[in-house]
């Protein structure tokens, strides 16, 4: 398993700003992730966070929108930039700390969006 | 693109009573894995399922997965007011190196 931690845990920000989420892992992983959630509905995946690498992104989210940044295996921040009410979600880091798919997820950045 | 279906999307029971979700899938899923999220909180890993026909088991909850490898349950035995949350399949497309989730059951138990 992994212990992930998530900061700032909740942010209300004004719209045409940026916040960045940071996303630690208390051990060395290869694949992290990260999602979307929308209040009441699934997991949407944003990007693969790949270490020494540019992220791999999901149909419909763009490296202008949501860069990634993973310098090493334990750390990686998504930044949400020039945001507008419709980014209002939480926003989820997973980690696949083994050889498997059992993933182990954040718990999570709640964004508002004003 | 490619999809996990999930059913039903909510569920309310009477404590005590029986609760089955099921997914499914149009193509072959090299593995298939389960969440539960607790209102408020984040997925938490259930179990992973790999094999055709697997049965596994956690005390009241049983995880299957078909012979094809397209579909899968989770079933739980006589709920309690614990079993409260939003179960999420999530599988995986031969080569496809991520997992797909499924919309997610919201169960609710009334005690």
């Known amino acids: 398993s992994a212990v992930i931690s998530q900061k700032p845990s909740r942010d209300i920000c004004q719209r045409g700003t940026s916040l960045t989420i940071q996303c630690q892992v208390d051990?060395?992983?290869?694949?992290m992730f990260w999602y979307r959630q929308q209040p009441g509905q699934s997991l949407t995946l944003i990007a693969t966070a790949n270490q020494g690498s540019e992220a791999t992104y999901e149909s419909g989210f763009v490296i202008d929108k949501f860069p990634i940044s993973r310098p090493n295996l334990t750390f990686s921040t998504l930044t949400v930039s020039n945001m507008s009410p419709e980014d209002s979600s939480i926003y989820l880091c997973s980690v696949l700390p083994g050889h498997s798919y059992e993933q182990y997820f954040g718990p999570g950045t709640r964004l508002t969006v004003t | 693109g490619q999809q996990v279906m999930q059913i039903p999307q909510y569920q309310h029971v009477q404590e005590g009573e029986d609760f089955t979700t099921y997914c499914n899938s149009s193509t072959t899923l090299s593995n298939i894995q389960w969440y539960k999220q607790r209102p408020g909180g984040h997925p938490v890993f259930l179990i992973q399922?790999?094999?055709?026909?697997e049965v596994k088991k956690q005390k009241r909850l049983t995880f299957q997965f078909g012979e094809a490898k397209k579909n899968s349950s989770l079933h739980i035995t006589a709920t309690q007011t614990t079993d409260v949350g939003t179960y999420f399949c999530a599988g995986v497309f031969t080569n496809a190196g991520k997992s797909t989730f499924g919309d997610g059951t919201t169960l609710t138990v009334k005690p």
């Open positions: 399922l790999v094999k055709s026909g």
């Open positions: 051990s060395q992983v290869t694949m």
